[in-house]
């Protein structure tokens, strides 16, 4: 199937309804598009020992990863801030490794 970049978008908008995010109160949502067209969603998902929170955007992946998909096409990232959210540094890390074009809107 193909998604369009507005329905990449749509897909991160519904994926940020599940974040759990009682420390930030910043909820973010996530789509990837695999190469080969399969999209998967993830929301952040907090700790009350940082290090142990994981973003959205590396749910997303790491769920596509644990079914079989390694090459990615876009991700979509959206907030609930009202603002453009920006990977952190160790998605970045995650993005480039995977050559991922990132989607940004809210
Ligand atoms: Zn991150």
């Known amino acids: 199937m193909e ?3 507005r329905e990449l978008l749509d897909k ?3 994926a940020m309804v599940y974040s ?11 789509c990837v598009l695999t190469k080969d067209g399969h ?3 993830g929301c952040n998902i907090e700790n009350s020992s940082f290090g142990a929170t994981n973003c959205a955007e590396r749910t ?3 769920k596509a990863v644990s ?4 090459e990615f096409a876009k991700i979509a990232i959206v907030s ?3 603002l453009k959210t920006y990977p952190c540094g160790i998605c970045r890390q ?10 940004n809107c809210n």
């Open 3 to 5: 998604y369009s970049d």
């Open 12 to 14: 991160a908008k519904e």
């Open 20 to 30: 759990y995010s009682p420390y930030s109160r910043f909820k973010v949502g996530a």
């Open 39 to 41: 999209i998967y969603t």
């Open 60 to 62: 997303a992946i790491f």
């Open 67 to 70: 079914e079989g998909r390694k």
């Open 80 to 82: 609930s801030s009202g």
């Open 94 to 103: 995650v993005l480039i490794i995977s050559s991922l074009i990132v989607l």
